[in-house]
């Protein structure tokens, strides 16, 4: 089975200040999505951030950007102008390509956004 | 991407006893999970469940512990069933479609079960 890892327990920006979450995952296969999900204390996962691995161009949405490197299967998350609406549970996910395919997620990284 | 009504939100539970957990999707969806997450961690996969069919459980995961119903492509249940402290944890029910977008997981709020 795939394995996601993320070494970053816990981190913490200071607002409106940049922050760079890491996650490294392991797999033999070529065609695969990795995912940026957020939980906050609400507890509703949420989409942040999609990545085809197919694509060479790093995935944007507003704020929060990645840094995809798939020779070293590695998939950062940037969040940029942190604001406290960001403190939550960041999970790495990946998922193979193809229907009927789990997810498997990372063990998540805690961030505190200080005011 | 889809809306995922769970219910209950949370619940306070007797040992020995069970509880369902019902998932409702505002839209068809090919395949839903669920998922169990333990205080302070990540989530670990029960069980996918499609509709028509029994539902494929994890390792450590069975189906007398963890019964699950698909009846139509929009409702799945989750029970837990003789339950101990040990499964005091948030159940998510998840679910993925191709129309939501490059197999996109999307999420209900979750259940918060504490077995006392």
């Known amino acids: 089975a795939q394995t996601v890892t993320q070494s970053q327990p816990e981190m913490s920006v200071q607002e409106a200040e940049t922050v760079t979450l890491s996650c490294t995952y392991d797999t033999s296969e070529s065609d695969y999505y990795l995912f940026w999900y957020k939980q906050p204390p609400s507890r509703q996962m949420i989409l942040v951030i999609r990545?085809?691995?197919?694509?060479?161009q790093n995935a944007t949405e507003n704020r929060f950007s990645v840094n995809f490197q798939k020779a070293a299967k590695s998939f950062s998350l940037k969040i940029s102008d942190s604001q406290l609406g960001d403190a939550a549970m960041y999970f790495c996910?990946?998922?193979?390509?193809?229907?009927?395919?789990?997810?498997?997620f990372g063990t998540g990284t805690s961030l505190t956004v200080i005011p | 991407s889809a809306v995922i009504s769970q219910k209950p939100s949370r619940d306070i539970c007797q040992r020995g006893t069970s509880l369902t957990i019902q998932c409702q999707v505002d839209?068809?969806?090919?395949?839903m999970f669920w998922y169990r997450q333990q205080p302070g961690q990540s989530l670990t996969l029960i069980a996918t469940a499609n509709q028509g069919s029994e539902a494929t459980y994890e390792s450590g995961f069975v189906i007398d512990k963890f019964p699950i119903s698909r009846p139509n492509l929009t409702f799945s249940t989750l029970t837990v069933s003789n339950m101990s402290p040990e499964d005091s944890s948030i159940y998510l029910c998840s679910a993925t479609n191709p129309g939501f977008g490059a197999n996109v997981l999307t999420f209900g709020a979750g259940s918060r079960l504490t077995v006392l």
């Open positions: 996910a990946y998922r193979s390509a193809g229907t009927g395919n789990q997810f498997y």
């Open positions: 990545q085809e691995a197919y694509k060479q």
């Open positions: 839209s068809q969806v090919t395949m």
